[in-house]
């Protein structure tokens, strides 16, 4: 089960994420949080609490990330676990990303 804990002050929204991000939490994700994230210009996932990530996950990152950038807003990924980050790198995702969202 995954929890989403949004922290907002102005433009500027913080995403705390807590639990696996595989494919029983990425409709959740999908449905209730995109939707809450357009009304912002910067965005900052924290990951900290994410211990695992999952092929459908990173699909949603990447989608994520992608059709916010497309709207103009900024979106940062952050505080990811080494063991996390490490499966990001060997997939890629901060060349697919770019780099500067990997903060």
Do not use: A
């Amino acid at each position: 089960m995954i929890e989403v804990k949004l922290n907002p002050n102005g433009e500027y929204l913080e995403v705390s994420i807590i639990g696996d991000l595989d494919i029983d939490s990425t409709e959740l994700v999908e449905d209730e949080l995109l939707p809450e994230l357009g009304k912002y210009k910067i965005i900052n996932l924290i990951f900290s609490d994410v211990p695992f990530v999952d092929s459908s996950g990173m699909g949603l990152l990447i989608n994520l990330v992608q059709s916010l950038s497309e709207k103009g807003i900024k979106v940062t990924i952050s505080n990811v676990r080494d063991d996390v980050m490490e499966v990001f790198e060997l997939l890629q995702l901060p060349d697919i990303l770019g780099d500067q969202v990997f903060v």
